[in-house]
């Protein structure tokens, strides 16, 4: 893939910094980000709402990039793939709308036909369909109908609360995500030092 940033596999600004704003959060990532244009077709007919079209629109909670990077932030996570499949999971479980088949079937695309640096494996596919399941019951809003514009100059946590996207519940699911897959850095680095296990 042309024009990877390396940062992309470092890059996380935790939950523990929820008083930046997310305008800030998002000058961090700009730093490291790619273009939308540096998107694989593959990956942008599966995760952009510019393709709604049966039977892609099965994908329920599809935003496009700027939306995407703004939930990696309310969420805390990095840009690894296993933040990706937990991004993704969690903003397509908060519609409340996605279904076991899609579900599986997104699995399986992202698993075996994405390509390379896109592709997640065993551990990112068990933590999206996790997140999937975590935002079903979870009392946040749904992340793909939100007007991030409007929000840029609020802190994330402030984000968080009016969201409705509870910290509790994530932390709780990171520090099982890090006991699950202790040999990954980017799982390990969701809680501070004294929390991890």
């Given amino acids: 893939m042309t024009g990877y940033h390396p940062g992309l596999q470092t890059f996380h600004l935790p939950l523990r910094e929820g008083t930046v704003t997310l305008r800030e959060g998002l000058r961090r990532l700009m730093e490291v980000g790619n273009a939308q244009s540096e998107v694989p077709l593959i990956v942008r007919l599966m995760e952009n709402p510019a393709f709604d079209m049966p039977p892609l629109s099965m994908f329920r909670g599809r935003v496009n990039l700027e939306h995407h990077d703004c939930i990696h932030l309310v969420l805390g996570r990095g840009t690894t793939l296993i933040d990706e499949a937990f991004t993704i999971g969690f903003t ?29 494996p065993p551990s990112a596919v068990r ?40 910290e509790e519940l994530l932390i709780a699911y990171y520090r099982l995500e890090a006991q699950r897959n202790p040999d990954v850095a980017a799982s390990r680095r969701l809680l501070p030092p004294e929390s991890a296990l």
Wanted: charged share 30%.
């Fill in 92 to 120: 397509m479980g908060s519609t409340k709308r996605m279904s076991t088949s899609a579900t599986d079937l997104f699995a399986a695309v992202a698993e075996k036909l994405y390509p390379k640096a896109y592709r997640f």
């Fill in 127 to 166: 933590v999206f369909r996790d997140a999937v399941h975590l935002a079903a019951i979870s009392n946040c809003r749904r992340l793909d109908a939100v007007d991030f514009s409007t929000m840029m100059d609020m802190s994330l946590r402030e984000i968080r609360q009016r969201l409705g996207v509870e």
